[in-house]
């Protein structure tokens, strides 16, 4: 099975931050490559599909770079709302793995 | 506007079947590009996915080594949805258990609501 590492595993920040957050594959997945932001008691919810493409309707604070291993997520600007906990999730090959998701609080 | 409805007992003894449906409205079943699939979430591993089924030309599934031999995912074309079965059943597999769609990306777009299943006697 293909392992997603994220780091940091948790994170604080305040309204208005810019926050990044790494994910990295244990092979190379190309361009194989989403983003979830979920929030207690939800589903997840796909904000990030193919490294970089917004889904509909997500704000274009959030964005995604990164190829091959390496990828990246970044809020511009932190909302009261995004305070969340945020998944990679790899489909280079099945199984269709997570990483183990980064919690994002409020400083 | 999809939407995925979960149904479904939230507790099951161990050794027994773990059994789930996902109803499907606003999507149908059988279209060509999309794949119906599980995923479970707990603590201790996380999210899983745990398989999928879906239709090109003729039905099929596929399943996640961790589960495979216990686990079924089947169509129920009369009535758009799908099931899931997990066979013997521990402790180990308590968790949330949830019902996803893709649509040509391999992305889970829509998800259903979660279903905890606890597995105690």
């Known amino acids: 099975d293909i392992q997603m590492t994220q780091s940091p595993s948790s994170l604080s920040a305040s309204v208005g931050d810019r926050v990044t957050i790494t994910c990295q594959a244990s092979q190379d997945i190309t361009n194989y490559l989403n983003w979830y932001q979920q929030k207690p008691g939800k589903a997840p919810k796909l904000l990030i599909y193919?490294?970089?493409n917004l889904e509909t309707g997500i704000p274009s604070r959030f964005s995604g770079s990164g190829s091959g291993t390496d990828f990246t997520f970044t809020i511009s600007s932190l909302q009261p709302e995004d305070f969340a906990t945020y998944y990679c999730?790899?489909?280079?090959?099945?199984?269709?793995?997570f990483g183990q998701g980064t919690k994002l609080e409020i400083k | 506007q999809v939407q995925l409805q979960q149904s479904g007992p939230g507790l099951v003894e161990p050794s027994q079947t773990l059994s789930l449906t996902c109803a499907i409205s606003g999507d149908s079943i059988s279209r060509n590009s999309v794949t119906w699939n599980w995923i479970r979430q707990s603590p201790s591993r996380g999210l899983e996915w745990l398989g999928r089924t879906h239709y090109r030309s003729k039905w099929s599934s596929d399943y996640a080594i961790s589960v495979r031999g216990r686990i079924i995912i089947k169509p129920d074309t009369s009535k758009n949805q799908f099931s899931l079965q997990l066979n013997s059943v521990t402790p180990e597999d308590t968790a949330v258990y949830y019902c996803?769609?893709?649509?040509?990306?391999?992305?889970?777009?829509?998800w259903g609501q979660g279903t905890l299943v606890t597995v105690s006697s």
């Open positions: 193919d490294v970089a």
């Open positions: 999730q790899q489909y280079g090959s099945p199984p269709y793995t």
């Open positions: 996803a769609r893709t649509d040509i990306v391999v992305a889970f777009d829509y």
